[in-house]
């Protein structure tokens, strides 16, 4: 059974930090692709952070400079580094773990729960 443990969230004042990790069990983890996205109520899920397999990296341009995505495969979890959090970071953060698979490119993902990460002004 696959599953995805975020977490780290909490509550942090605007500029301070957190370190959120998502830990991986079920999965060959290091041939996934891992991904932070963050939802709020009513609105769409947006990618925030992803690492692929070889270690490349791409944000999204409202986290560029200070958000850092990592992996450690020995220990099969995916982190993201927040630093100079805002109120609009506010949000609830999930894991994806996806690949692509067979010659059709079928997108095999998982989610996990999430996690909130709630920034005070």
């Known amino acids: 059974q696959v599953q995805l443990v975020e977490s780290g969230g909490g509550l942090v004042q605007a500029g301070g930090s957190l370190r959120l990790s998502c830990s991986a069990s079920?999965?060959?983890?290091?041939?996934?692709?891992m991904g932070w996205y963050r939802q709020a109520p009513g609105k769409q899920r947006e990618l925030v952070a992803a690492?692929?397999?070889?270690?490349?990296?791409n944000y999204a341009d409202s986290v560029k400079g200070r958000f850092t995505i990592s992996r450690d495969n020995a220990k099969d979890t995916v982190y993201l580094q927040m630093n100079s959090l805002q109120p609009e970071d506010t949000d609830v953060y999930y894991c994806?773990?996806?690949?692509?698979?067979?010659?059709?490119?079928?997108?095999?993902?998982?989610w996990g729960k999430g996690t909130l990460v709630t920034v005070s002004s």
């Open positions: 994806k773990a996806d690949r692509v698979v067979g010659p059709q490119s079928y997108v095999m993902d998982y």
């Open positions: 690492i692929t397999r070889g270690g490349s990296t």
């Open positions: 079920g999965i060959i983890f290091s041939i996934y692709t």
